[in-house]
Structure formats: structure tokens, C-alpha cells
């Protein structure tokens, strides 16, 4: 067994420099055809260890969410996740081991998640956290791309006669404590000269059932999550959200800070589901395109180059994550636009093509 592991790591290091040469495909195909888990084998290679060796080895990937936004992630009473924040653990999970299901969730409130991740028991985050410099230096993290540009908002009921944030002078507001949205309450009312009475919940469930049950005046968080979570009090047609927008919110998933194998995993897989849409591949024609006439469509589905196998992944690891969960379109869409029951506009969060800020480098 030695002899044919060392057999085979000198035989990848030939092969994989060939890259550069155009031979790389043909290395590959040949290095497949010498030994059955010759995937496994350039994954080690590549990887060198860390995150991304640790996930392929346990079969699995463990993503910490939220798990109480509907539209982002949610789960039921029959305990199954859902929301886009869910799709994008299921993107990565399906392009790691062709299976969108071999995700173990995690739900983590937001004075937990980076514990959580920093000491391993996540592989990754994907709910609602909002990139920020602190986080991104000496909190230790790393943000892949933004799945969801948003804004933080003030919600209120119909019948308070509040519509500006100057009318909640001496008022109470709920918000979840250890987040940038209790930062960003704090700066916007000082701005404005104007006093509050904050209501600080650990757990974000805990703070809507104060907010329902009417302990406190307002409630303020990112406004996709606050429609989100309106949709879930007693009576949601007797609030409001206020015409403000208090933040910037990019909010995406994140990785350990030091492990550039498995954040560029995480990363690109991210940038994967945007460019499907730009390329028009969707869940039912991505296994098509390894017929296309087009090289960067070729490329992108590992039917040509070694852009998955130069990772440590499978070549074809976006064909595996369209092919399960859809482009970033059909992930928005399910779950937060038209064909859900939110019904949100694409905004800022459509394509760059179409106006938006939804943009991937080059898949070459």
C-alpha cells in the first residue's frame, strides 16, 4: 500500500505542473484511470491538510445557522432546514460529495458563531452575519462573498404613529446584544440627538416574543430578517417597517481566518452560484453543458481544464452544486422572491448585468 501511495505521488508531481504546459486535463484522465481514489489523492496533495482535508475525511459538512429567519434559515417542525443561507451549506456540501444533504446544522445564536467556528465545532457560518473590518482582522474571520446586501431597518406597529426615528424619543427597542446591529442603533440615535431605551436579548426567538407581546416599542435588525420575522408574530399586518435604512449589512458566509484552502472552497463555490446564473445554467440544463460550444462554460463545469482538481476538489464540483441547489437566482428566488412568500425584488442583490452588485471573478 506504501509503495503504490508513493507510486502515485511522484506520478502527480509530474502530472500536476502540466497545467501550465496544456497537458493537465490528459494528466488527470490518466492519473483516474491508474487508481479508482486518485480525487482523493490529489485533494491531499493540493490541500495539504487543514479544513477542506478534515471535511472530505468525515463525509460531511458542519454549518452553523441561525435556524429561526424564514427565507434565510429556518427549520420546521419536522426539523428540515431551509433559506438560502441553508442552500449556500448545501452548495458546499454538494460540490465536496455530490449530496446537498450531507450537511449536519448547527444552530448558533450571534454571541456564539465565531466561538463556534474558531473552535471547530462548524466548519462554517452561513447565517446572517455582516461583514465588517473587526471581524474580518482581530475577530479571525474570513468573508466569502456577499449572498445578501441589506440594510438594517426599525420595525414598529401600524398603530404607534412612529414613522421617523426621531418619533422614538424615550421609547424601548428590542435587539439582539453582540451583533453590529446594537452598534449601529447606538450610532444612529446618537446622531440624531435622540434617547431610547434598549432591550438586549442574547436569543433572537426570545426578542420577537418580547417585541410580540408588546415589552418593548420597536424592534431593529437587518429588514430582510425583521419581514422575515414579521411573517411569524400573532398579528403580522399590525407592523411596519419604518422608511429608513440605518447600515450597510453585506451578510455571507464565513470561514477560520489562516486556512486559504477551505475559504477559497467556500469562496468560489459562493462566486459558483452567482456566474451559473450569468452563464443561463440552471438546475435542469447544467449537465448539458459539458456539451456546450463555449470553453469558459467547459471550464466552469470541469469539462475542460483543472480549475476543481488545482483546488483539491472534484473537477466538476460546481456542475455538482448547480445540478443540487440551483444558481444564485433560483436560490433567491425560492426562497426570497417571487416564488416565495415574501416576494422580494432582486434589487441590489441581482446581477451585475442587471443592475445589481451580484458579480464573480472570472472562472479561468
Not at 424619543?169 to 447606538?186: A, W
Not at 422608511?243 to 472552497?265: Q, R, Y
Not at 488545482?310 to 445540478?323: C, E, Q
Amino acid at each position: 500500500m506504501a509503495k503504490r501511495g508513493l507510486s502515485l505521488a511522484a506520478f502527480l508531481a509530474v502530472a500536476l505542473p502540466l497545467a501550465a504546459c496544456g497537458g493537465a486535463q490528459d494528466a488527470v484522465d490518466t492519473a483516474t484511470d491508474a487508481a479508482g481514489d486518485a480525487v482523493d489523492t490529489v485533494t491531499s496533495a493540493v490541500s495539504g491538510g487543514g479544513r477542506l482535508e478534515t471535511v472530505l475525511s468525515r463525509g460531511t459538512l458542519n454549518c452553523g445557522v441561525d435556524g429561526g429567519i424564514p427565507g434565510f434559515s429556518f427549520v420546521d417542525e419536522s426539523g428540515t432546514y431551509s433559506g438560502l443561507d441553508v442552500d449556500v451549506c448545501r452548495a458546499v456540501a454538494a460540490a465536496l460529495f455530490d449530496d446537498p444533504d450531507a450537511v449536519e446544522y448547527r444552530r448558533l445564536d450571534s454571541t456564539e458563531r465565531f466561538e463556534a467556528l474558531k473552535g471547530g465545532e462548524v466548519d462554517m457560518l452561513s447565517r446572517n452575519t455582516t461583514w465588517t473590518i473587526s471581524r474580518d482582522t482581530s475577530v479571525g474571520m474570513e468573508f466569502a462573498p456577499t449572498t445578501f446586501y441589506d440594510g438594517q431597518g426599525m420595525l414598529v406597529r401600524a398603530d404607534s404613529g412612529v414613522e421617523t426615528l426621531e418619533d422614538m424619543e424615550g421609547l424601548s427597542i428590542c435587539v439582539e446584544t453582540g451583533t453590529t446591529t446594537e452598534l449601529n442603533l447606538t450610532d444612529q440615535f446618537r446622531q440624531r440627538g435622540v434617547s431610547f431605551e434598549p432591550v438586549v436579548f442574547q436569543d433572537a426567538d426570545a426578542g420577537y416574543a418580547a417585541y410580540d407581546e408588546g415589552r418593548c416599542e420597536g424592534f431593529t435588525s437587518d429588514k430582510s430578517q425583521l419581514i422575515a420575522r414579521r411573517s411569524t408574530l400573532s398579528e403580522p399586518e399590525a407592523h411596519v417597517l419604518l422608511d429608513v435604512t440605518m447600515s450597510k449589512e453585506p451578510l455571507g458566509p464565513v470561514t477560520i481566518n489562516n486556512d486559504s484552502a477551505w475559504f477559497d472552497t467556500v469562496k468560489w463555490v459562493t462566486y459558483g452560484l452567482i456566474q451559473a446564473e450569468e452563464f443561463g445554467l440552471t438546475a435542469e440544463n447544467v449537465e448539458e453543458a459539458v456539451n456546450s460550444e463555449d470553453p469558459n462554460v467547459l471550464r466552469f463545469v470541469g469539462a475542460e481544464g483543472t480549475l476543481g482538481t488545482d483546488m483539491g476538489l472534484p473537477n466538476d464540483f460546481m456542475l455538482r452544486a448547480i445540478k443540487h441547489v440551483g444558481n444564485y437566482g433560483e436560490v433567491f428566488e425560492r426562497n426570497l422572491g417571487k416564488e416565495s412568500q415574501f416576494e422580494l425584488d432582486r434589487g441590489q442583490n441581482a446581477l451585475w448585468t442587471d443592475g445589481g452588485l451580484m458579480y464573480a471573478p472570472p472562472f479561468r
